[in-house]
């Protein structure tokens, strides 16, 4: 699977931004996607997963109700819409594949280590 994340940039504190993530390689329906971010001297870090459908999400409790992830399966890709963006969500995002499995609880890239080459979202206060 090769992914390819977009969408990063500049954002005053309580904007919006949304990030796309394209998926190639593998049948994009069949398997669970997320995202996760990395700040700079902290460890990566889940921010949220929808499972191979859609209908199912999880998400971090430092994004919920800000963020909402959903993807479009017709178009290979996934998005991160977030919203009431904080200074501390400044980090490198990255998305990624599982595709063990089709369940957004269970998703656990690091098995098969499918990532984007990440995109960085910087908040401003």
Do not use: H
Not at 5 to 21: F, K, N, W
Not at 44 to 61: H, I, K, L, M
């Amino acid at each position: 699977v090769q992914l390819q994340a977009s969408g990063g940039g500049l954002v005053q504190a309580g904007g919006s931004l949304t990030l796309s993530c394209a998926a190639s390689g593998r049948t994009f329906s069949g398997y669970a996607m997320g995202w996760f971010r990395q700040a700079q001297g902290k460890e990566r870090q889940f921010v949220a997963a929808s499972s191979a459908s859609g209908d199912s999400t999880e998400y971090a409790d430092s994004v919920k109700g800000r963020f909402t992830i959903s993807r479009d399966n017709a178009k290979n890709t996934v998005y991160l819409q977030m919203n009431s963006l904080k200074p501390e969500d400044t980090a490198i995002y990255y998305c990624a594949a599982d595709t063990l499995t089709t369940s957004a609880t269970r998703f656990s890239p690091g098995r098969e280590d499918y990532w984007g080459q990440g995109t960085l979202v910087t908040v401003s206060s």
